[in-house]
């Protein structure tokens, strides 16, 4: 696709349910970033891929949250059991190579626990 | 944690005038980037210098790096009301592009 696109824009949620998120990245991009940004603690990166695999996983906040990423390409970041602290907008970024430098990201999914 | 810090946290200017934006990080770094990013969504990548770089020019861009000091400026010429943003430095310490940002500048411009 042209850009880095991810779905939903918007989510709202009841505290306590699961929630997937979803990013597609740039055709053709190999390495695969997903960063948070609230007001409290800023942008934090949460996990990268290369390929398939996540070889940092050491932004990821507690054990409710995982990643995956099939086929090189989509991945989803799902939050278990979701908090109130989990509220804020999840960004998602591609590029072409891990060593390439700098990325290209999505608009961002907002989600709200309530 | 946040590796970088900006100042100033908010900035406010006439068009036409420039805006200077300063970033200090804490350890060594292979490159760092500035980040516009608008409404609070996607950002947008400017430019990347790397550790090896003091300076580098894009358009009405200049982004100098004083290693010694562990700092970065940025320097937008020329403002124009289209530059209003937030605009975040980010540091890439171990070549596998896993960003570390600052907390941001607010920089509004005023027609």
């Known amino acids: 696709g042209a850009g880095v696109s991810q779905s939903p824009s918007n989510k709202v949620t009841e505290k306590g349910k699961d929630v997937e998120l979803r990013c597609d990245p740039i055709?053709?991009?190999?390495?695969l970033y997903w960063y948070r940004q609230s007001l409290g603690q800023g942008l934090e990166f949460l996990i990268y891929?290369?390929?398939?695999?996540?070889?940092?996983k050491s932004g990821l906040p507690s054990d409710r949250f995982s990643a995956e990423r099939t086929g090189g390409s989509v991945s989803t970041l799902t939050i278990q059991r979701t908090q109130q602290e989990d509220s804020a907008v999840y960004l998602c970024?591609?590029?072409?190579?891990?060593?390439?430098?700098?990325?290209?990201f999505g608009p961002g999914t907002r989600l709200t626990v309530l | 944690s946040q590796q970088g810090e900006e100042d100033p946290q908010a900035l406010s200017i006439q068009e036409g005038e420039n805006a200077t934006m300063n970033c200090s990080y804490k350890?060594?770094?292979?490159?760092l980037q500035w980040y516009r990013q608008n409404s609070g969504r996607g950002l947008v990548h400017l430019i990347l210098?790397?550790?090896?770089?003091r300076e580098k020019h894009s358009g009405r861009l200049r982004v100098t790096l004083d290693t010694s000091k562990k700092s970065s400026s940025l320097l937008i010429t020329a403002s124009r009301a289209a530059d209003t943003a937030s605009y975040f430095c980010?540091?890439?310490?171990?070549?596998?592009?896993?960003?570390?940002f600052g907390q941001g500048t607010t920089l509004q411009v005023k027609p």
């Open positions: 055709s053709g991009h190999t390495a």
């Open positions: 970024a591609s590029s072409l190579e891990v060593k390439r430098g700098y990325q290209f």
């Open positions: 350890t060594s770094i292979n490159n």
């Open positions: 210098i790397r550790s090896n770089e």
């Open positions: 980010a540091t890439d310490s171990s070549n596998t592009g896993k960003l570390i």
């Open positions: 891929f290369q390929g398939n695999s996540a070889p940092d």
